[in-house]
């Protein structure tokens, strides 16, 4: 971090605010050394419940992670959330940090986030990671989307999200405001075009979670579209991206599954990308 950013950053106990455009958005700098890595929470959450991932990231790398708009501690703007702009935040972020190029891990939302960043900003994403993220309603179940309709500050009482958000937001009774955006976020979205998926070019590491909330069929789809599963057979170059299905793992302990998931992100992450990608 340099000098210069100190006029627009406010030190809190834990991390630093930055203004970016207007939002005061939070976030953490955990471990030292490796490529940078930005580690994004999925909708509801913050950093605090990323569980054990983040400190064990962090062990061989620097890792910033970030608390989206409305989520944490960063409040929203008057305005409607969207996977682009909060795309364009964590960019605009990683550039006042003074960070040329950055790798990128999310997860649920924030992995949808991720993707964007990587469509948005092809020069500062080295390599990407996305957890249980569809591009388009499609990857849901039909089941889970039935469902959204039905969200309210009442289906939510007396669960984590809403604890987090009591815990840590600037203004807790904003709460129902921020269910109806993110409620009208996930309704709403019309879902990236193929040739967009396929503009991604950094190496890409897609997790699913074989009970996940996201169809493995659509995350085997985006894998396509990133030049994965040839019919080559493996006896070709192998594709810069990869696919990992995790066994008995659900949309709601993935990311506590760091006996498989480290395994699988260090190693991607760790390995030199081949020349010409």
């Known amino acids: 971090m340099t000098t210069s950013m100190t006029d627009e950053m406010n030190k809190t106990a834990a991390g630093s605010y930055a203004n970016v455009n207007g939002l005061n958005i939070y976030y953490e700098i955990h471990g030292t050394g490796g490529n940078p ?7 509801f959450m913050n950093i605090d419940s990323l569980g054990p991932i ?3 990231l962090a062990e061989t790398r620097q890792v910033i992670a970030v608390e989206l708009e409305g989520h944490g501690r960063t409040a929203d703007l008057d305005r409607p959330l969207s996977y682009e702009q909060m795309a364009e935040d964590v960019a605009n972020l990683v550039r006042q940090l003074g960070i040329n190029q950055v790798d990128v891990f999310g997860f649920s939302m924030g992995g949808m986030v991720a ?3 990587a469509m948005q900003q092809p020069d ?15 990857g849901y179940y039909p089941s889970i989307v039935a469902q959204w309709p ?7 009482a007396g669960t984590p999200m809403e604890q987090i958000y009591a815990q840590t937001a600037p203004n807790p009774e904003h709460w129902p405001v921020f269910i109806a955006k993110v409620k009208h976020t996930m309704m709403n979205f ?3 075009s193929p040739e967009e998926i396929q503009s991604i070019k950094a190496p890409t590491l897609l997790i699913v979670g074989d009970a996940d909330l996201i169809r493995p069929e659509h995350v085997l789809e985006i894998f396509h579209l990133l030049g994965g599963a040839r019919e080559d057979g493996g006896m070709g170059e192998l594709p810069s991206s990869q696919l990992a299905v995790l066994p008995g793992t659900t949309h709601f302990n ?3 599954r760091t ?8 190693p991607f992450l760790d390995a030199p990308i081949p020349e010409g990608k």
């Open 124 to 138: 500062l994403v080295r390599k990407l990671v996305a957890a249980s993220a569809p591009y388009s309603q499609d």
């Open 37 to 43: 890595l930005v580690l994004l929470h999925g909708g």
């Open 54 to 56: 983040l400190p064990a």
């Open 190 to 192: 019309k879902g990236w």
């Open 259 to 266: 006996d498989l998931l480290l395994p699988i992100i260090t």
């Open 254 to 256: 993935i990311l506590y």
């Open 115 to 117: 993707l964007r960043m």
């Open 150 to 156: 039905g969200v309210s500050p009442e289906g939510f």
